[in-house]
């Protein structure tokens, strides 16, 4: 008996299914190669039909619940064998991540799907972080890897320059580096050429303008695909044509959702588990992240969590935001800041009469344009004009940027006597304009804790001393310092 089995082409659909139930992608979810004791490499193998060891032939099979793995194997022609001469395609993703779980997105793929087959030289997957484009991407790329003659993964999250990338890429494939971009680009653009090659270069994010030009170069004249995953959308770059399309990613329905929550330890059928979802707006990433906390400190309980009307998200997505918020222009900050303060959609013909200084509406339009190409609003379509929102998860970290930048700038007043380091506090004002409720205080509520813990008691005397440095200032120069510093003190009376 032969040592080393390879499966047969109904074996691995059947494979297929099993490891779909268990929202499997085919070789980038770490815990079936662990499971079966084997590496990502092996289990590439056999996905590809190679003969691979027979003890991990059988651990493979069983890691996705398939006992029977005879049903699995290929039964070898007992008269001849004939090796046909197939070449094998050059498969080059290392830097591909691992993936835990992958649940749904039949819709996605297909289309995916169907435009890298009509034909796409681009195809852009964007979403705000934690949406699931890279789990997308592998997923994908587990129904056309076949496709291609050559496949290429390169993580750009650690932001290399265009020269590094194309350093790397002309290495790859053993040609000579000239580092010059404009040789080194129509290089790459060669072997696009003369082989049909999938490459993805996943999280093109920071760095993305500086890309503009390379990306439109090889959106074009060659037989391969480039796939790009990344937070926003580049720009001056065609979309919609038959050459390029773009793909904006939308949280987990319900029913998906509901089974990636069941697959970290809830029934799925808890109350508050379709309003947690709703809360999240279907992230996968940040469901993850609070299922530890649910199910630790309140039991899993969900509604228990939710009585406590807070967003929990993890460090590692809060960085990321964090740092998508800081790359953002002075204007696109304030529109944010504005919509963290109201709470609700806002039209654009409303956010321009609360601005301090009069911009033109062409270029409020440009900022609310540049901020959906960053997938950071949402935009409401009713019956009248449309209106923008803010995600959940942005408007948390919005809103604890607004008050940790609110807080520096009284400090810096307080040890200077300038009232100059007012920016945030003199250009919004921190009360939802039209409420005097607890939800339109909230914000202000929130600051008046984070100065408390700085100045105890002497808080109150603290802004009063602020106040007196407004006396003879212009209305201009003062903006809206005076009415958050007088809420403030008010919300101290009260307490």
Request: include cysteine.
């Given at each position: 008996?032969?040592?080393?089995?390879?499966?047969?082409?109904?074996?691995?659909?059947?494979?297929?299914?099993?490891?779909?139930?268990?929202?499997?992608?085919?070789?980038?979810?770490?815990?079936?190669?662990?499971?079966?004791?084997?590496?990502?490499?092996?289990?590439?193998?056999?996905?590809?039909?190679?003969?691979?060891?027979?003890?991990?032939?059988i651990a493979i099979c069983q890691a996705v619940g398939i006992t029977n793995w005879e049903a699995i194997a290929d039964s070898p022609d007992l008269h001849s064998e004939i090796i046909a001469d197939i070449p094998t395609p050059y498969l080059d993703w290392n830097e591909a991540p691992?993936?835990?779980?992958?649940?749904?997105?039949?819709?996605?793929?297909?289309?995916?799907?169907?435009?890298?087959?009509?034909?796409?030289?681009?195809?852009?997957?964007?979403?705000?972080?934690?949406?699931?484009?890279?789990?997308?991407?592998?997923?994908?790329?587990?129904?056309?890897?076949?496709?291609?003659?050559?496949?290429?993964?390169?993580?750009?999250?650690?932001?290399?320059?265009l020269n590094s990338l194309l350093d790397s890429l002309l290495n790859t494939f053993d040609r000579n580096v000239v580092h010059d971009i404009q040789q080194d680009t129509a290089q790459l653009i060669h072997h696009l050429q003369q082989r049909r090659c999938l490459l993805i270069l996943d999280g093109l994010d920071a760095d993305l303008n500086n890309y503009n030009q390379f990306i439109q170069k090889i959106s074009r004249s060659h037989q391969s695909c480039i796939l790009i995953a990344s937070r926003e959308q580049p720009k001056a770059i065609e979309i919609d044509t038959k050459t390029v399309r773009c793909l904006s990613l939308k949280g987990l329905p319900k029913t998906e959702a509901l089974q990636l929550l069941q697959s970290k330890g809830f029934t799925g059928k808890e109350l508050g588990l379709s309003a947690l979802i709703q809360l999240y707006r279907g992230n996968p990433l940040a469901l993850k992240l609070v299922t530890p906390l649910i199910q630790s400190v309140f039991a899993g309980n969900v509604a228990a969590f939710l009585t406590q009307n807070t967003l929990v998200i993890g460090d590692r997505l809060r960085v990321i935001l964090k740092q998508q918020f800081e790359q953002l222009g002075d204007l696109e900050q304030d529109i944010l800041y504005w919509l963290a303060i109201w709470q609700e959609p806002?039209?654009?013909?409303?956010?321009?009469?609360?601005?301090?200084?009069?911009?033109?509406?062409?270029?409020?339009?440009?900022?609310?344009?540049?901020?959906?190409?960053?997938?950071?609003?949402?935009?409401?379509?009713?019956?009248?004009?449309?209106?923008?929102?803010?995600?959940?998860?942005?408007?948390?970290?919005?809103?604890?940027?607004?008050?940790?930048?609110?807080?520096?700038?009284?400090?810096?007043?307080?040890?200077?006597?300038?009232?100059?380091?007012?920016?945030?506090?003199?250009?919004?004002?921190?009360?939802?304009?039209?409420?005097?409720?607890?939800?339109?205080?909230?914000?202000?509520?929130?600051?008046?804790?984070?100065?408390?813990?700085?100045?105890?008691?002497?808080?109150?005397?603290?802004?009063?001393?602020?106040?007196?440095?407004?006396?003879?200032?212009?209305?201009?120069?003062?903006?809206?310092?005076?009415?958050?510093?007088?809420?403030?003190?008010?919300?101290?009376?009260?307490?």
């Open positions: 008996m032969s040592n080393s089995l390879k499966a047969s082409t109904a074996g691995l659909a059947i494979v297929d299914k099993a490891r779909l139930r268990l929202g499997w992608t085919k070789t980038s979810t770490a815990r079936w190669w662990q499971d079966a004791h084997t590496s990502r490499a092996t289990l590439r193998r056999f996905w590809q039909g190679d003969r691979i060891q027979r003890e991990i032939f691992d993936v835990e779980s992958f649940y749904g997105r039949n819709q996605e793929l297909t289309k995916l799907e169907q435009w890298i087959e009509s034909g796409c030289k681009l195809v852009m997957i964007v979403g705000i972080a934690g949406i699931g484009k890279t789990a997308l991407t592998l997923a994908l790329i587990d129904r056309i890897q076949s496709q291609f003659d050559c496949l290429i993964w390169k993580s750009l999250h650690s932001a290399p320059s806002v039209s654009f013909s409303r956010l321009q009469t609360h601005l301090l200084i009069s911009v033109d509406p062409a270029t409020v339009l440009e900022a609310i344009v540049a901020l959906e190409r960053r997938s950071l609003l949402e935009k409401w379509i009713g019956t009248g004009e449309i209106s923008f929102s803010l995600q959940p998860l942005v408007m948390k970290v919005v809103t604890d940027e607004l008050v940790e930048r609110a807080a520096q700038e009284i400090q810096q007043v307080v040890q200077s006597n300038d009232m100059r380091h007012f920016k945030i506090l003199r250009t919004h004002w921190l009360l939802r304009p039209g409420t005097d409720d607890i939800a339109g205080d909230r914000i202000l509520h929130q600051l008046r804790d984070y100065l408390w813990r700085l100045y105890g008691a002497t808080l109150p005397q603290t802004l009063e001393r602020m106040l007196l440095l407004l006396k003879d200032q212009s209305p201009l120069a003062i903006g809206y310092i005076a009415c958050n510093v007088a809420a403030i003190l008010k919300q101290l009376r009260i307490q």
